[in-house]
């Protein structure tokens, strides 16, 4: 198998905020339960950030910690990519904030939305820009809040979400056979309104109107977004084996997008994987949209489930829709 790009992961970090957020919390105000949001999502706590905290600076700490891990300094930062859906603002790009916050001048800073697929499209734009490019050593960052655009009065969404950050350093590597080795990308606009914040953008700008009508929160078909990502996420996992001529017992892991645990637990069923090499940390962060690839990578190399030469299978679905699906050999 020969690497389309001989980029490895070099360092990896993460952050949550402080505060968190249980299951009795929604049942202490809604008509819920910790059954029912544990058997339909497998989520029992989510954190969120609080006064003060935002996207760029969980962000910024996630990255802090990547670079720490590959031990990499501001000055060696020659790209950085922020993956979110939840802006710090609207205008500028929450890169310029994040690449201030740690010390960067310069360098290009820029801003990808793929929704919960951001992680993997970030290291795919960042992979391709420095095999075209020469960058040699570029932050990827997923950040989001989730919780800043959840409507705490709606039962069905607000359940769902937690605020998180995951960070790699991408760098070019000695070593052919290390790398992304596999990558693959899309989108769906046609299934738009099946999860989306209806008003603050150039179509219903914000009014009080907006305002009064809450729709500044997130909106979610659930049934009907879960159907079709685990056909997707599915036909994707298929994909990326029969491309790579690998079988799902070559993957020392596979880290899935965290937005449901039945979801996870389908595709792993189908691919016949052992729980022990499928990421799953939705219980303790819920859905942290851009965030949850890279917080569940950091947090399987620090927990030592991970090493150099392991393979590892990322697989991404979110609002748009859009996906993503990459394997790296660590
Ligand atoms: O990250 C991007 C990708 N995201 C996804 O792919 C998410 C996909 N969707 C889902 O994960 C699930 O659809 C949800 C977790 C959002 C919902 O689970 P579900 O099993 O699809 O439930 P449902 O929406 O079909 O609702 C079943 C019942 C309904 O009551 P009735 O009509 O049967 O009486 C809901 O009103 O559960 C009710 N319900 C709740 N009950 C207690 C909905 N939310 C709640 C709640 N607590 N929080």
Not at 244 to 262: F, G
Request: glycine share 12%.
């Amino acid at each position: 198998m020969k690497a389309v790009m001989p980029i490895i992961i070099r360092g990896t970090g993460s952050f949550v905020p402080a505060d968190t957020m249980t299951n009795e919390f929604f049942a202490s105000y809604l008509d819920t339960s910790d059954e029912w949001i544990t058997k339909r999502t497998g989520i029992k706590t989510r954190h969120r950030v609080g006064e003060g905290e935002s996207t760029a600076t969980i962000g910024i700490e996630a990255a802090r910690r990547a670079m720490d891990d590959a031990g990499v300094g501001p000055d060696e930062i020659d790209m950085i990519v922020v993956c979110t859906a939840t802006p710090e603002y609207p205008i500028p790009m929450t890169a310029g904030l994040i690449q201030d916050g740690l010390g960067i001048r310069g360098c290009p800073a820029f801003d990808v939305n793929a929704t919960c697929s951001g992680f993997v499209y970030g290291m795919v734009v960042a992979g391709g820009l420095m095999s075209a490019d020469g960058y040699r050593n570029v932050l990827v960052i997923g950040c989001d809040t989730l919780t800043r655009f959840t409507d705490y009065q709606d039962r069905s969404t607000c359940i769902l979400f937690g605020d998180g950050a995951g960070a790699v350093v991408l760098s070019p590597s000695p070593h052919p056979e290390r790398g992304i080795l596999y990558k693959n990308i899309g989108a769906d606009g046609r299934h738009l309104k099946c999860f989306w914040v209806p008003a603050g953008g150039s179509r219903e700008p914000a009014s009080v109107g907006t305002v009064n009508e809450r729709l500044h929160y997130m909106r979610m078909r659930g049934p009907e977004l879960f159907k079709v990502a685990v056909t997707k996420m599915e036909s994707l996992v298929g994909e990326a084996l029969r491309a790579t001529n690998l079988t799902a017992s070559d993957l020392a892991m596979m880290i899935p997008h965290q937005s449901n645990r039945r979801i996870i637990e389908s595709v792993r069923t189908r691919l016949g994987m052992p729980e022990e090499r499928v990421a799953i940390n939705i219980d303790r962060y819920g859905n942290t949209s851009s965030g949850s690839i890279g917080l569940a990578l950091d947090q399987a190399c620090r927990e030592g489930k991970l090493k150099e030469g392991d393979l590892v299978l990322f697989l991404a679905f979110g609002a748009g829709v859009s996906w993503g699906t990459a394997i790296v050999r660590l």
